[in-house]
């Protein structure tokens, strides 16, 4: 079980800000304890199997670049055995308390269903004695419902509904995985379930399927005892032409059109929400007012490509004003934020698996940082606040209420008459802004 193919490597110490270590954290500092908890107990960083122990670099104009000492062998359940304990090994090494898996990433399918669930079987066994060894948790598992072209036409709004039932199938063995790994959630990400075109979809059919799929699985969650929180994860487009977990609004319509809306959250992906046209922090917003704010899938896109590109983000910035957001709704909870991020092509050493999750890791640790100066500080939310100070008192009061109507409001604007033109000081702001990101 032992494995030493990051022997090359520390585990990443915390140096603080002055280091010119590239192996070292610069803010993340696991131990670190703000407000009665860690940093490590804050941030709840989770590794995203599929990206960096899958990943191999492949696109859609060539196979992969990317090769893995553990990767040799004939025999892919050895292999599998063999990948699972690099990857924590190098959980441990990255200081990452959580981890994250579809079902197909961490054992191979077989050429039945028993066949996958046998070999599936064997590879959570493994991942149990692992996490029992390293104290490395499962924030969730899900099922890879988009991968075998058997779900060509989608999992839960494939056409066939022998498709269906397999889908079924599958998605009640990785619930049943996801419970015996302890895993304090549960991911649907609808990559095919959508449509290409109208000429062959019975849209709303296949959104009553989809309801009918989740709610199946609420069954089957308090049947088996599984506590964990379900998160939806909306993504417009890719690989489908119209997801129909479109973002986290229309997830929420969804949601509450079938009445499922008590028992999902949304796990919200940044390159997901660019997708949607939406900022990271738009969608957070949107999930938060609803009470719905689950996890994250930290990664960034590149809004000069268009597709799911899946970096690691970087960008202090947006993640300060997602971070805002997040504190504000009170914090992920059972969630957290998983690294749904890959090597770029030409990364191709194992030092970039380190780099990768270090900046990572310390963006999301600085962004963390600043958001809570700048709530503490207040200054943003003191002028929020003073913008809506009409609707504090009088007739701003009763429209909150509900108390007031068309004729009420029509015989104040006629009394008032022209309203006073306020500043939305934008530019002000974004400078204020900097000064907390800069000085
Ligand atoms: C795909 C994506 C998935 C989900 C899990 O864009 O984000 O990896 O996170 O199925
Ligand atoms: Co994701």
Redesign the pocket.
Known sequence: MKSRHFADFPQIPYEGPGTDNPLAFRHYNPDEVIDGKTMKEHMRFGI?Y?HSFRGVGADPFGPGTIERPWEKGRDEMSIAKKRMDAAFEFFQKIQAPFWCY?DRDIAPEGKTLRESNKNLDVLVKHAKAHQKASGVKLLWG?A?LFTNPRYMNGGATNPDAHVFAYAAAQVKKAMETTLTLGGENY?F?G?REGYETLLNTDMKREQDHLAAFLHMAVDYAKQIGFKGQFLI?P?PK?PTKHQYDFDVASGVAFLRTYKLDKHFKF?I?TN?ATLAGHTFNHEIEVAAAHNMLGSI?ANSGDLLLGW?T?QFNTDVKELTLAMISILRAGGLGSGGFNF?AKLRRPSIDLADLFHAHIGGMDAYALAFKIARRILAEGKFEEIIKARYSSFNVGFGRQIEKQKVGFKELEKIAFKLGEPTRVSGRQEYLEKLLNTYLHG
């Open positions: 995203a599929w579809h899900t890879s991911v990400w990559g994860e993504k890719e796990n992906e997901h899938d799911d899946d749904d």
